[in-house]
């Protein structure tokens, strides 16, 4: 596989998985040691629909523009 981004501390993926309906379209292999959290997506809506300005974030990071305020979690 090519790479197609190289990720620095504090960087984020997947998120366009969280806040579609889609499914994650990339595998992720580490060059060095780092720490990795793994957030469902049920458990990403009930934080998002409690924190608006979470889903905010993720939205202008996905290039998205449409709304999620009022998606339910799966």
Do not use: M
């Not at 984020?12 to 579609?20: P, R, Y």
């Not at 040691?33 to 409690?50: E, H, M, P, S, T």
């Amino acid at each position: 596989a090519n790479p197609v981004a190289n990720l620095y501390e504090g960087q984020i993926f997947g998120e366009q998985a969280l806040v579609s309906e889609g499914t994650r379209n990339a595998n992720v292999r580490a060059q060095i040691y780092c720490d990795i959290y793994k957030l469902k997506k049920a458990d990403f809506w009930r934080i998002a629909n409690k924190h608006p300005s979470l889903l905010e974030g993720i939205e202008k990071i996905s290039g998205r523009s449409r709304r999620f305020s009022d998606r339910k979690a799966s």
